[in-house]
């Protein structure tokens, strides 16, 4: 059973930076894409960044290219979610995914099977 958990969300001003963590467990992930995704209050929840475990290839939503990189660390199972250039608009609760496969461009919500359970960034003005 995939496991995730999130860390690294806060309070920031807007300009700022933040990273978030994802730490996964309970399988070998070399055939899984990750992804982050995050919920705004009273909005939908949305498609950030994805990453494919085996070659690090990445896909953005165009509202964060240039300001956020996806990574992850193999060594400590980790996906990492590098966010700069902060803006108010970018305040939600961010969640980890993890689903099989290898194309990057499927990016629904519904495609993911794994869920960590979120954390809090709030992007002041």
């Known amino acids: 059973q995939v496991q995730l958990e999130e860390s690294g969300g806060g309070l920031v001003q807007a300009g700022g930076s933040l990273r978030l963590s994802c730490a996964a467990s309970?399988?070998?992930?070399?055939?899984?894409?990750m992804g982050w995704f995050r919920q705004a209050p009273g909005k939908e929840r949305e498609f950030v960044a994805s990453?494919?475990?085996?070659?690090?290839?990445?896909s953005y939503v165009d509202f964060v290219k240039g300001r956020f990189t996806i990574a992850r660390d193999n060594a400590k199972n980790t996906v990492y979610l590098q966010m700069n250039s902060l803006k108010p608009e970018d305040t939600a609760v961010y969640y980890c995914?993890?689903?099989?496969?290898?194309?990057?461009?499927?990016?629904?919500?519904?495609?993911?099977?794994?869920w960590g359970q979120g954390t809090q960034v709030t992007v002041s003005s």
């Open positions: 995914a993890a689903r099989l496969g290898i194309l990057l461009g499927r990016r629904s919500a519904a495609d993911f099977g794994s």
């Open positions: 309970g399988r070998a992930f070399s055939s899984y894409i």
């Open positions: 990453v494919r475990w085996s070659d690090s290839a990445t």
